[in-house]
């Protein structure tokens, strides 16, 4: 079994690194927000390893944080932690909601992460700012939430199995 | 290929499509509640924390290429404003942006906000888009002005 630390040094090093490389991919059409979120994918693995429900939120949670403060630091700056927080820790708490409701698939908990992401930075952005003017760029952020929320699922859908092979390789290695 | 496709899709649960119809309709709700009809009569407002500072026309359909910078700047815990046809002269501020507005479209084109969120803002033309950059807490946003016309002509109709 990979101890507990190690394991998550790890998941969160993959997480900088998707960070990083989402840093540097010119994916914006010029909107506020829009972006692919593939850290997130990290998150998702762990929510859905093979182990206790609260234990996984737990690694999930820890990972989330540490990844939105030291990326934040590393690529961005303070304004973007806040505005980023807020968004990382609504849509984990909506994931995990929806993970335990067991009734959606792994594409339908990432589409929930992906829009509640957008729509607590839509409200952060409202409530910093004082204006209602942000909500009229609301009907891209959902559908755009959707979509790379849906091709992070698929990613993680298709990830899972083997990871969770892996794992059980190791097992009976050690 | 389209084998591996199909198990995927299969693994999808009846949730998920209704989740995603869900997220359609949302959107297109938030898209009639918030879009605006692209108005003849548009004025750019610039406001910072939520108080309007100043408000500019915006005549999309003048031919003169005419450009006009915005300097907006925060020195001694004031905001301040100026309007120039030369791109401004950056001194010592607290903070600053600088907002072009040429002949159909307003964008930030520089400022020393962290983010730079705002620069990278495409440039607006739209009633009811706006550029917003959190760290200074400023808005700018195309309003129509023939709301009220219209409602009237509405009222009118009924």
């Known amino acids: ?174 | 290929m389209t084998f591996r496709t199909f198990s995927t899709l299969n693994k999808l649960k009846k949730a998920d499509f209704a989740l995603i119809l869900i997220c359609v309709m949302a959107s297109i709700f938030s898209f009639v509640l918030f879009w605006e009809k692209d108005s003849a009569l548009k004025y750019i407002r610039i406001s910072y924390d939520g108080d309007v500072i100043q408000t500019i026309p915006f005549d999309a359909t003048s031919a003169e290429n005419r450009e006009v910078y915005v300097l907006l700047k925060k020195e001694n815990n004031q905001i301040m404003y100026s309007l120039s046809e030369e791109y401004p002269y950056i001194a010592e501020f607290d903070y600053y942006n600088i907002i072009r507005l040429s002949d159909n479209s307003v964008s930030i084109v520089e400022a020393d906000c962290p983010d730079k969120i705002c620069v990278q803002h495409k440039p607006i033309s739209r009633t009811g888009e706006s550029i917003i950059c959190l760290p200074h807490h400023f808005v700018v946003d195309i309003y129509g002005n023939n709301d009220q016309s219209d409602q009237e002509i509405d009222g009118m109709v009924k």
């Not at chain 1, 693995?45 to 093979?50: K, M, R, V």
């Not at chain 1, 949670?61 to 820790?89: E, K, M, P, Q």
Request: hydrophobic fraction near 55%; charged fraction near 10%; aromatic fraction near 12%.
């Open chain 1, 1 to 174: 079994m990979m101890r507990r630390p190690v394991k998550l040094g790890f998941y969160l090093s993959i997480a900088l690194i998707l960070a990083y490389v989402e840093s540097i991919i010119p994916f914006s059409f010029g909107i506020p927000g829009i972006k692919l979120g593939l850290p997130n994918a990290v998150v998702l693995l762990l929510l859905y390893e093979e182990d206790s429900y609260l234990s996984v939120c737990r690694n999930a949670l820890l990972v989330n944080v540490a990844r939105v403060l030291i990326a934040g630091f590393l690529f961005s700056n303070l304004y973007t932690i806040v505005y980023s927080i807020a968004g990382a820790i609504f849509s984990f708490v909506l994931m995990g909601i929806a993970k335990k409701c067991n009734i959606f698939s792994i594409i339908g908990v990432s589409i929930i992460g992906g829009v509640s992401h957008n729509t607590a930075q839509i409200l952060v952005a409202m409530k910093v700012v004082e204006t209602y003017a942000v909500l009229y760029y609301m009907p891209f952020l959902i559908i755009s939430g959707m979509i790379t929320g849906a091709v992070l699922g698929y990613l993680v859908m298709e990830l899972v199995p083997y990871i969770n092979k892996s794992k059980s390789y190791m097992n009976i290695r050690s």
